[in-house]
Nanobody
Framework: QVQLVESGGGLVQTGGSLRLSCAAS????????MGWFRQAPGKEREFVAA????????NYADSVKGRFTISRDNTKNTVILQMNSLKPEDTAVYYC??????????????????WGQGTQVTVSS
């Protein structure tokens, strides 16, 4: 089992940047694919980005491609979401998630087994 704790959320103006971090407990971090999801008020949780166990493969939602970058450091049990050129529609609670599945291209909530508590990101217009 793995426990996930997100940090780095906050309030930013349109066009600004934020860097979200997710710290994972346990000694088997590298055996999990990792992902970020977000949920805006009144909406379903949606996929943002995911990264494979080794970090060699990533995939993104079309809405964030070219603006967000996911990365991981398996020596520090950390996954990062760098968010640039933020828009008001990026406002949501962002969740870190871990998956025991080995495939690449993970992008649905059902494919992820463990979740953090979330961190709020608010982009003002």
């Amino acid at each position: 089992q793995v426990q996930l704790v997100e940090s780095g959320g906050g309030l930013v103006q349109t066009g600004g940047s934020l860097r979200l971090s997710c710290a994972a407990s346990g000694r088997t971090f590298s055996s999990y694919a990792m992902g970020w999801f977000r949920q805006a008020p009144g909406k379903e949780r949606e996929f943002v980005a995911a990264i494979s166990r080794s970090g060699g493969s990533t995939n993104y939602a079309d809405s964030v491609k070219g603006r967000f970058t996911i990365s991981r450091d398996n020596t520090k049990n950390t996954v990062i979401l760098q968010m640039n050129s933020l828009k008001p529609e990026d406002t949501a609670v962002y969740y870190c998630a871990a998956s025991r599945r080995s495939g690449i291209g993970l992008h649905t909530t059902l494919e992820f087994d463990y979740w953090g508590q979330g961190t709020q990101v608010t982009v003002s217009s």
